[in-house]
């Protein structure tokens, strides 16, 4: 079969009508006509259908929220430490110290020089042995370390009162930030205003998170009170900034790590 020139102009014809009556509907599905013609008429639909970046600025709410914060980012550090046993008692003796700023950056993480016998290093969980602590700083040096950091800090941890107790440091207690001791989260889980929540359970109903599943490391602990802390910091601050204290007590024999 042989095809004229004039039978292929119409077929040509024919699918450009078929083509311009498929695009006529989307425009009425989508929008009107465009009466003017030409490239302008593209150019008019692309700057309705996508306005310039600068129509988009933040909105008063968002800089209301900006300006809620009571305190800088560099005002807070969280802290955290891992334990070994020793002694004839087999005591808890603080062996590592992680300390991290407001981002979860470590600002330190050292082992510590035993000042007493180590009965167990409890290797499953913190993964030391003996040689790990051949190089290690002594007690004083860390204490002193942890104290400059800690100096007009606001801290974040859990059970804090064994942080400080374990290096023989105090702080005041209306710069402490303790999720062990926290009312809200008690609440929350429907606990006796007594109990105190293990870190994990906190961090796994809370924050849906595990956290320990591969042994007890202070960094992890460090930056988990420091997600619970910052997913409710404007409540927290706010109650302090009202004058209220929305937390419990820490034990009464541990008063003393606190001024």
């Known amino acids: 079969m042989f095809l004229t020139t004039e039978m292929i102009y119409c077929f040509i ?8 009556k498929a ?9 009107k006509m465009p009466r003017t013609q030409g490239s302008s008429s593209c150019s008019s639909i692309s700057s309705a259908r996508n306005p310039p970046k600068t129509l988009f600025v933040r909105t008063p709410l968002s800089n209301n929220r900006r300006q809620t914060k009571v305190f800088p980012a ?6 955290s430490a891992q334990t070994v046993c020793a002694g004839p008692k087999r005591e808890p003796m603080i062996s590592r110290v992680t300390m991290v700023d407001y981002r979860g950056n470590v600002l330190l993480d050292t082992l510590i020089n035993p000042t007493q016998a180590i009965t167990n290093y409890r290797t499953e ?25 800690l100096k007009d800090k606001i801290v974040i941890g859990y059970a804090l009162w064994q942080f400080l107790g374990g290096l023989g440091l105090t702080h005041p207690a209306i710069d402490t930030r303790d999720a062990a001791l926290f009312m809200p989260f008690r609440k929350t889980l429907q606990s006796r205003s007594s109990n105190i929540i293990p870190l994990a359970t906190l961090m796994q109903y809370l924050m849906n998170r595990s956290i320990g599943v591969h042994g007890d490391y202070p960094d992890e602990q460090a930056r988990a009170t420091l997600d619970l802390f910052r997913s409710c910091e404007q409540v927290w601050e706010n109650i302090i900034k009202s004058g209220a204290w929305p937390c419990c007590l820490p034990p009464s024999e541990c008063g003393h790590c606190f001024t």
């Not at 695009?23 to 929008?31: A, D």
């Not at 560099?74 to 802290?79: F, G, L, N, R, T």
Request: glycine share 6%; hydrophobic share 50%; proline share 4%.
């Open 125 to 149: 969980l913190t993964g030391l042995l003996p040689v790990h602590f051949n190089n290690a700083p002594s007690f004083h040096e860390v204490q002193s370390r942890v104290a400059a950091l």
């Open 23 to 31: 695009l006529e509907g989307v425009f009425r599905k989508f929008g």
């Open 74 to 79: 560099q005002k807070y550090i969280a802290v």
């Open 13 to 20: 014809i024919l699918n450009l009508t078929c083509i311009f």
